[in-house]
């Protein structure tokens, strides 16, 4: 018999707020948070609320109808979720969910490294993804309507400032390659004979670490060193530290800083820029080389970016004037691969060209008609800087493949998604919605200042640890063993740093988008939330091996299962039988 749904607003104190999801009848809608990699613990999740009949979806609307009518022979309501939503790789999940795909099926896609280690493409120079009037398209980034906006206002605040007329011109496309691949990786010539060299010398080594001169010198202590340098009359080296100094830690800590620093002392003096390539080279070999020993899940990334100094130089030049390293072509496709399966299923075509073609043309509006579920993924307009949803109600015209795609479009990691003359979306560059709404708990608010969906379940990746591993220290009595810090360590660190608080959660249960009066209580996020432990999972890391993800995926089950006050062998024996699944699926960490 079905269980009674206990959603239903309660009185409490002469107001009506909503309750917890207490059954699994109660939930219509799903939430997902981004977190790349450690997303793969959302297997354990949703087979668990397959075991309790929320999921899979349907992949067809009139056979929703038909389940829903045939309750009796189910525990629960079949099919009841209507609606889910998610952001960066919660987005793909939600995707794959709305499509139909079930924990099997996701588990032979989240298990295989080598579909995630295609979607490293490119260089692709100057070329990026475009969404032009509801159509895809491969654009060329150089001239760009967005940037002659952008230089034009630029031109119109200098005008002001100086009271003549200004035009800005763009670097020609034809300029632009030189400045990047004239990098002499292979110069011969390591004389250091100038001031304004040796000024370059000594800032790129304290940015970047400064290996060059001692190896361990902080910046603070070659302070003084640099004030003597500056005490020479050339006009070059007083304007070159002035405009290096202007952001030592942006200049240290981000990527795209390193390739300006390089192409700056580059355009100083002829004669310092071996002596600086040569060591650049060995500095950022070495680094490479230190950050897959310590991530040998970074080994594929590296090799990608680095097989040769010519490779190194193109993504070099995507950083600086594409906006990000890869294309990301290949992560659209891979995309439309998995809308292409759901076609196939609903036999609306069998001609590949066809269904390339609806897979291009399926809209948020067109996946609804088709399968009854609302899919809804957060993005962020970053030429805006505004946070958005695309989903049947915001954009029902949009192609959901590219917004799926802008979902996951990680920064600098991809190239962001220039779209222009859509309707209901605002022109511009658009990248990751995890940047501002990593959890979109509240994409199917009736108001944009109600309460929160009383039908919403939440998944949210957290980092919980592991405290039956505690206990397992040897004896402190007995020496720590040393391990070396690799010289990539800071920087890696930082970027794994910057993408983590990007994808915070800025209140208890993510962004609200207004109303901001709304109390916690009146809200009830935390009670519809499940927190899925992430422990010892990467970010960056895919398909991670078995028995890294194992044991999180059994976790997760337990987390769903426990939150709805179940047990039984009946849920023992299901996540056994599929730890045992995913098992065969996933490659050893030794492999």
Same mark, same amino acid.
């Given at each position: 018999m079905a269980e009674r749904s206990s959603y239903a607003m309660t009185e409490a104190g002469g107001e009506v707020r909503p309750r917890k999801v207490n059954l699994p009848a109660d939930v219509q809608y799903l939430a997902l948070e981004g977190g790349g990699g450690k997303g793969v613990v959302y297997l354990g999740a949703i087979r668990a609320l397959e075991e309790m009949g929320v999921l899979p979806l349907p992949v067809d609307k009139q056979a929703r109808e038909v389940l829903e009518e045939m309750e009796v022979l189910r525990e629960q309501p079949p099919h009841q979720v209507i609606g889910v939503s998610g952001a960066s790789a919660g987005a793909f999940t939600a995707l794959f969910l709305a499509l139909g795909f079930d924990s099997s099926e996701l588990a032979v896609i989240l298990s295989n490294p080598s579909t995630f280690k295609a979607l490293y493409d490119g260089p692709d120079n100057n070329e990026i993804r475009a969404v032009h009037e509801n159509r895809f398209r491969r654009a060329k980034v150089f001239d760009n309507p967005i940037d002659a906006a952008r230089r034009r206002k630029a031109e119109l605040a200098a005008e002001q400032e100086h009271g003549r007329r200004v035009s800005i011109r763009p670097i020609p496309l034809g300029q632009r390659a030189p400045r990047v691949h004239d990098f002499p990786f292979a110069d011969d010539d390591f004389s250091v004979g100038t001031s304004a060299g040796l000024v370059g010398t000594v800032a790129a080594a304290s940015f970047l670490g400064s290996p060059f001169l001692t190896g361990e010198s902080p910046v603070d202590q070659l302070g003084p060193y640099v004030d003597r340098v500056l005490e020479s009359p050339l006009g070059l080296a007083e304007d070159l530290v002035d405009r290096v100094l202007e952001s030592p830690l942006e200049l240290a800590e981000d990527l795209s800083g390193l390739a300006a620093l390089v192409l700056l002392v580059k355009s100083l003096s002829p004669g310092i820029t071996g002596a600086i390539s040569e060591w650049l080279r060995a500095y950022i070999r070495g680094s490479l080389a230190a950050l897959v020993e310590r991530k040998p899940w970074y080994g594929d990334l590296v090799k990608q970016v680095a097989s040769s100094d010519a490779q190194l130089e193109q993504y070099l030049y995507n950083l600086l004037f594409d906006r990000g390293v890869f294309p990301g072509f290949a992560v659209r496709d891979f995309l439309k691969d998995r809308v292409v399966t759901f076609l196939r299923k609903r036999n609306e075509a069998s001609e590949p060209g066809e269904l390339s073609r609806l897979a291009d043309e399926l809209t948020f509006a067109g996946l609804k008609e088709r399968t009854g579920t609302k899919l809804v993924v957060a993005a962020v307009n970053i030429t805006t800087h505004e946070p958005a949803f695309f989903g049947p109600d915001a954009t029902p015209d949009f192609p959901v493949v590219? /917004?799926? +795609?802008?979902? %996951?479009?990680?920064?600098?990691?991809?190239?962001?998604?220039?779209?222009?003359?859509?309707?209901?979306?605002?022109? %511009?560059?658009?990248?990751?919605?995890?940047?501002?709404?990593?959890?979109?708990?509240?994409?199917?608010?009736?108001?944009?200042?109600?309460?929160?969906?009383?039908? @919403?379940? /939440?998944?949210?990746?957290?980092?919980?640890?592991?405290?039956?591993?505690?206990?397992?220290?040897?004896?402190? +009595?007995?020496?720590? #063993?040393?391990?070396?810090?690799?010289?990539?360590?800071?920087?890696?660190?930082?970027?794994?740093? @910057?993408?983590?608080?990007?994808?915070?959660?800025?209140?208890?249960?993510?962004?609200? !988008?207004?109303?901001?009066?709304? !109390?916690?209580?009146?809200?009830?996020?935390?009670? #519809?939330?499940? @927190?899925?432990?992430?422990?010892?999972?990467?970010?960056?890391?895919? /398909?991670?091996?078995?028995?890294?993800? %194992?044991?999180?995926?059994?976790?997760?089950?337990?987390?769903?299962?426990?939150y709805f006050n179940r047990s039984g062998s009946r849920y023992t024996g299901a996540i056994a039988d599929y730890l045992e699944e995913l098992q065969a699926l996933s490659p050893s960490s030794t492999d």
């Open positions: 590219d /917004a799926v +795609a802008i979902s %996951g479009c990680i920064p600098p990691a991809f190239k962001p998604v220039l779209v222009t003359g859509c309707d209901r979306v605002p022109d %511009g560059f658009w990248m990751d919605g995890g940047i501002a709404n990593n959890l979109p708990m509240h994409a199917f608010d009736d108001r944009v200042d109600g309460p929160l969906q009383p039908g @919403l379940l /939440a998944l949210r990746l957290e980092e919980l640890g592991d405290l039956s591993e505690r206990s397992k220290l040897q004896d402190p +009595a007995v020496g720590a #063993q040393v391990i070396e810090e690799g010289m990539f360590t800071l920087l890696a660190d930082h970027l794994s740093d @910057l993408a983590v608080t990007a994808m915070f959660t800025s209140e208890s249960g993510q962004v609200r !988008r207004t109303a901001p009066q709304l !109390r916690t209580a009146e809200v009830n996020e935390a009670s #519809q939330t499940i @927190l899925l432990n992430t422990h010892r999972l990467d970010t960056l890391e895919f /398909a991670p091996p078995f028995e890294h993800s %194992g044991p999180r995926i059994e976790e997760a089950f337990m987390a769903v299962v426990n």
